[in-house]
C-alpha cells in the first residue's frame, strides 16, 4: 500500500482513460467539435496538446471524431510518457483502422477512416517549448487536459496565447475545482481535514521558485480568461465520478483509485500537526474499501473552450 514501486504514473495515466471518457463535459466537447468541422473542414488544422501525458487525448480525439485533416503536436515534460505514446499510439491506431506510418523518429502518420493525421511526439518542458517557438509556429487549436491545475494558469494563458493563431481555440478540461469526495465516510471530522489539507498541497505546491497549482483553478479560470481578454465560448462541469457496479470497477479504474488515495499518502505524509498513525491507518482503509468495491469517489471539475481575441498579437 504505502510502497512507491507498485504505482506507476503512465498505467495511472491509461486507467484514468477511461474515466475522463465519461467526465468531460459533452457541451464543450460538441461546441468544440462543430467550430472545428465549421472552420477546418478542408485544410489541415494544427493542434498543440501541452501536458499531452501517454497521448489518450490523442486517441479520443479520433475516437470521438474530432480531427480529420490535422497536424498534431504532443507534448509532455516528462520522458517516460512520451515514450510510453510512442509504443501504444501505433497499436491502438491500428487496431481502430488507420494504416500507420512512420514518417521520423518522433512523428507518425495515421491515414484511413476518411481521416489524416500526422502525429508529433516531443518530451519538452511547455515554458522552454514556448521561448522555442517564434511567431512563425502558431496554433489553430491547443488543448491541455488535467495540466492547468498543476501549474499557475494566471501567469500560463498569456504564453499559450502567444503560440495560438487570432481567433485560435483553446480547449481547457478536467480543471480541478475544490472538491473531493470519498465515500462511505471513515470518520468525517478527520475525513474533511484531510481534504482540506491535500487541497492546501495544491495551494502551496512551488516548482523551480514559482507557484505551480491551485485547488480551485475551475472557478479561478473565468476571471483569468476575462482579464487576458479571452472569450469564453463553452464550459461546463467534467467531475470524475468513480464507483464499482456489480461486476466490481470498470476497466483499469481501481488502480486509478489506489493511484489517487497514494498521492494522498505522498503529498500529506511529512504535513507537520497531522497524527501519522491515524493517516496511515486511514489510508490502509480507503484501500481497503477500493478492495471491497466501496470506495466511491467524486472530484469537482471544469472545463473550459475559449477563443484568443482576434485582434490580439
Ligand atoms: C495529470 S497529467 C495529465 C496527462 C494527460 N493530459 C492526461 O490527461 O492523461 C499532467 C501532465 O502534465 C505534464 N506536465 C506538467 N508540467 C509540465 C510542463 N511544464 N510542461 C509539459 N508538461 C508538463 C506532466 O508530465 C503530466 O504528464
Given at each position: 500500500m504505502f510502497d512507491e514501486s507498485n504505482y506507476q504514473f503512465t498505467r495511472y495515466l491509461s486507467s484514468k482513460k477511461s474515466v475522463d471518457d465519461r467526465s468531460l463535459n459533452r457541451v464543450v466537447w460538441e461546441k468544440l467539435r462543430s467550430l472545428i468541422a465549421l472552420e477546418h473542414s478542408s485544410n489541415p488544422m494544427t493542434v498543440l496538446e501541452i501536458?499531452?501525458?501517454?497521448?489518450t487525448m490523442f486517441e479520443r480525439a479520433l475516437e470521438w471524431e474530432l480531427l480529420v485533416k490535422a497536424n498534431y503536436t504532443a507534448i509532455d515534460a516528462m520522458k517516460e510518457n512520451i515514450e510510453e505514446a510512442k509504443a501504444r499510439v501505433p497499436g491502438w491506431a491500428y487496431n481502430v483502422g488507420y494504416s500507420v506510418e512512420q514518417i521520423a523518429d518522433n512523428e507518425l502518420k495515421l491515414s484511413g477512416l476518411g481521416r489524416e493525421v500526422k502525429l508529433k511526439l516531443d518530451e519538452a518542458d511547455f515554458f522552454e517549448f514556448a521561448r522555442r517557438?517564434?511567431?512563425?509556429?502558431?496554433?489553430d487549436v491547443i488543448i491541455a487536459n488535467a495540466f492547468l491545475d498543476l501549474v499557475d494558469a494566471g501567469r500560463t494563458l498569456p504564453i499559450t496565447l502567444d503560440l495560438l493563431k487570432p481567433k485560435g481555440l483553446l480547449y481547457f478540461t478536467i480543471n480541478f475545482d475544490g472538491s473531493t469526495v470519498l465515500e462511505p465516510e471513515i470518520d468525517p471530522e478527520f475525513d474533511a481535514f484531510i481534504e482540506d489539507l491535500y487541497h492546501r498541497t495544491m495551494d502551496d505546491r512551488v516548482i523551480d521558485g514559482a507557484i505551480s497549482g491551485d485547488s480551485r483553478t475551475g472557478r479561478h479560470f473565468f476571471k483569468i480568461a476575462r482579464e487576458n481578454g479571452v472569450e469564453i465560448l463553452e464550459s461546463g462541469s467534467s467531475d470524475w465520478t468513480v464507483f464499482a457496479g456489480k461486476a466490481g470497477y470498470r476497466e483499469d479504474e481501481a488502480y486509478f483509485l489506489h493511484f489517487i488515495i497514494h498521492t494522498m499518502y505522498m503529498a500529506l505524509k511529512?504535513?507537520?500537526?497531522?497524527?501519522i498513525h491515524k493517516f496511515k491507518n486511514w489510508i490502509e482503509e480507503r484501500h481497503s474499501q477500493i478492495e471491497n468495491g466501496k470506495l466511491v469517489y467524486i472530484a469537482h471539475q471544469l472545463d473550459f473552450l475559449c477563443r484568443k481575441e482576434p485582434l490580439r498579437k
Amino acid at each position: 500500500m504505502f510502497d512507491e514501486s507498485n504505482y506507476q504514473f503512465t498505467r495511472y495515466l491509461s486507467s484514468k482513460k477511461s474515466v475522463d471518457d465519461r467526465s468531460l463535459n459533452r457541451v464543450v466537447w460538441e461546441k468544440l467539435r462543430s467550430l472545428i468541422a465549421l472552420e477546418h473542414s478542408s485544410n489541415p488544422m494544427t493542434v498543440l496538446e501541452i501536458g499531452a501525458g501517454i497521448g489518450t487525448m490523442f486517441e479520443r480525439a479520433l475516437e470521438w471524431e474530432l480531427l480529420v485533416k490535422a497536424n498534431y503536436t504532443a507534448i509532455d515534460a516528462m520522458k517516460e510518457n512520451i515514450e510510453e505514446a510512442k509504443a501504444r499510439v501505433p497499436g491502438w491506431a491500428y487496431n481502430v483502422g488507420y494504416s500507420v506510418e512512420q514518417i521520423a523518429d518522433n512523428e507518425l502518420k495515421l491515414s484511413g477512416l476518411g481521416r489524416e493525421v500526422k502525429l508529433k511526439l516531443d518530451e519538452a518542458d511547455f515554458f522552454e517549448f514556448a521561448r522555442r517557438n517564434d511567431v512563425t509556429s502558431r496554433w489553430d487549436v491547443i488543448i491541455a487536459n488535467a495540466f492547468l491545475d498543476l501549474v499557475d494558469a494566471g501567469r500560463t494563458l498569456p504564453i499559450t496565447l502567444d503560440l495560438l493563431k487570432p481567433k485560435g481555440l483553446l480547449y481547457f478540461t478536467i480543471n480541478f475545482d475544490g472538491s473531493t469526495v470519498l465515500e462511505p465516510e471513515i470518520d468525517p471530522e478527520f475525513d474533511a481535514f484531510i481534504e482540506d489539507l491535500y487541497h492546501r498541497t495544491m495551494d502551496d505546491r512551488v516548482i523551480d521558485g514559482a507557484i505551480s497549482g491551485d485547488s480551485r483553478t475551475g472557478r479561478h479560470f473565468f476571471k483569468i480568461a476575462r482579464e487576458n481578454g479571452v472569450e469564453i465560448l463553452e464550459s461546463g462541469s467534467s467531475d470524475w465520478t468513480v464507483f464499482a457496479g456489480k461486476a466490481g470497477y470498470r476497466e483499469d479504474e481501481a488502480y486509478f483509485l489506489h493511484f489517487i488515495i497514494h498521492t494522498m499518502y505522498m503529498a500529506l505524509k511529512n504535513s507537520p500537526g497531522l497524527d501519522i498513525h491515524k493517516f496511515k491507518n486511514w489510508i490502509e482503509e480507503r484501500h481497503s474499501q477500493i478492495e471491497n468495491g466501496k470506495l466511491v469517489y467524486i472530484a469537482h471539475q471544469l472545463d473550459f473552450l475559449c477563443r484568443k481575441e482576434p485582434l490580439r498579437k
